[in-house]
C-alpha cells in the first residue's frame, strides 16, 4: 500500500501550463508504476496518463497527447504531470493513482488502480 498526497493545482488561463505533483510514501514506490485520473462534475473519472515504474514506458489519453507529460523521480517518491497548452475541458480534479499490484501493462481503467490521493482542482479558463 501507498499513500498519495497531490499538490500543484489551481487556476490558469487557456493556453498556460501547471505542474502536478503526487507525492508517495514507502519504499515501495519504485515498483509501482503510476497514473493520472481525472474528474469533472458529473463525469466519470477519466485517465490522463501513466508511466511504468522503470519511468521509460509512458501512456497518455488522446485527448491530452502532445501537451502533458508525465515523469516520476524515484529518488523523491514523487511522480509529476506536467500540462501545457491547456484548455477549458482540461478542467477537473486530477487524481494520482497507483494500481494494485506492482505489474502494470497499459490499462486505462480506474478499476485497476488500488491507490489513490485526495485530488487537486486544476481549472482553465476562457
Known amino acids: 500500500q501507498v499513500q498519495l498526497v497531490e499538490s500543484g493545482g489551481g487556476l490558469v488561463q487557456a493556453g498556460g501550463s501547471l505542474r502536478l505533483s503526487c507525492a508517495a510514501s514507502g519504499r515501495t514506490f519504485s515498483d509501482y508504476a503510476m497514473g493520472w485520473f481525472r474528474q469533472a462534475p458529473g463525469k466519470e473519472r477519466e485517465f490522463v496518463a501513466a508511466?511504468?515504474?522503470?519511468?521509460?514506458?509512458?501512456y497518455y489519453a488522446d485527448s491530452v497527447q502532445g501537451r502533458f507529460t508525465i515523469s516520476r523521480d524515484n529518488a523523491k517518491n514523487t511522480v509529476y504531470l506536467q500540462m501545457s497548452s491547456l484548455k477549458p475541458g482540461d478542467t477537473a480534479v486530477y487524481y494520482c493513482a497507483a494500481p494494485w499490484r506492482t505489474y502494470y501493462s497499459g490499462s486505462t481503467n480506474p478499476s485497476d488502480f488500488g491507490s489513490w490521493g485526495q485530488g487537486t482542482q486544476v481549472t482553465v479558463s476562457s
Open positions: 508511466l511504468s515504474w522503470s519511468g521509460l514506458t509512458t
